[in-house]
């Protein structure tokens, strides 16, 4: 058997990872600002992390849903306190796609509608529901394409009102901030006045919070940076630090129905002690301070480079559109410098890096970056 062939693959083989580094086979160190997209929350391999995860895994590894869990009850309670949703409910799953398909469900089973209302460029996701609310018709084939879905532009307040009025969608589902589409961040009013039509014609305001969530921006969630609440909102990557885990958070107006949602491993006690051992870690560190401090830095220092067409993100979710010209940077950066970004399209390099990043690994992607944009 071989493997099947969906991924571009870059041609590095990370086997060894630390903090904000990475080392391929060949022993090659590599500075990790694209953090495995966004997953690395509090740095490859953590002490903490591990020592947690290994104490856990000579314990007990797994039992089923149909059990008492009460490391999912503990970390229901922390995860409230931290994220400022101390009243919400929390189901647990195993990737975002399966964490907004589980949100469209909620939505729809508590409205008794079917319809989703979701934002241009959007990505929420590769399984069937998340994929019609993902607008690229690209990776939707014809099972995914049963027009349940409308897509409005980001940031284009009265064409969401416009539709949200006909009262006929289950939920509005809006990234914290766009991710794969290259980093664009809904203004601030625009959530204010999603958030008032949505109360207003009965519709379910979805945050999928998946790859802006978890402290990246400085906040626990992008959305709360405008102060607005959601209904639901979805998170995944970060929450787990690489362990494969998802959640959905649940207003307590949404009320649960046994057997309605349903996961075999979602939760297991291996991925909560992996996410308790995250929350300690972002707590005892203070990686959200952080990553609103680096991120700052970052963009200051970014500011004026003639490679760089615009800077746009918050915190440590930063997308650097280039000039025409520049599009080789990302490869350049990894295999010159040996420091691995993101990328949407050929144009934007995205810096996902984990949230311990320090000055310093700042300082070198900044010198290796104004380096190799000078020639
Ligand atoms: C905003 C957003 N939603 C959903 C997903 C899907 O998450 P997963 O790949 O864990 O299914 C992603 C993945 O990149 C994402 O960025």
Known sequence: MKLFDVYPLWNIEPVKGEGCHIWDKEGNEYIDLYGGHAVISIGHCHPTYCSMLKEQTDKLGFYSNAVQNGLQKELAEKLGQVCGYPDYD?????????????????????TGRKRILAIGKAFHGRTSGAVEATDNPKIQAEFNKNKNVTFVPLNDLEAAVKELATEQYAALIIEGIQGVAGIFVPDSDYLKGLRKACTESGTILILDEIQSGYGRTGKFFAHQHSGIEADIITTAKGIGNGFPMAGVIISPKIKAVYGMLGTTFGGNHLACT????????????????????????????????????????????????????????RNRLLFEKHIFTGGAGANVIRLLPPLCITKEIADKFIEAFNELSNI
């Open 274 to 329: 992996a996410a308790l051992a995250v929350l300690k870690v972002m707590q005892d560190e203070n990686l959200m301070e952080n990553a609103t401090a680096i991120g700052e830095y970052l963009i200051e220092k970014l500011q004026g480079n003639r490679a760089i067409k615009e800077l746009r993100g918050k915190g440590l979710m930063i997308g650097i559109e280039l000039n025409e010209g520049f599009s080789d940077l």
């Open 90 to 110: 929390l189901f647990l799953c195993n990737s975002g796609a399966e964490a907004n398909e589980n949100a469209f469900k909620l939505a729809s089973f508590h």
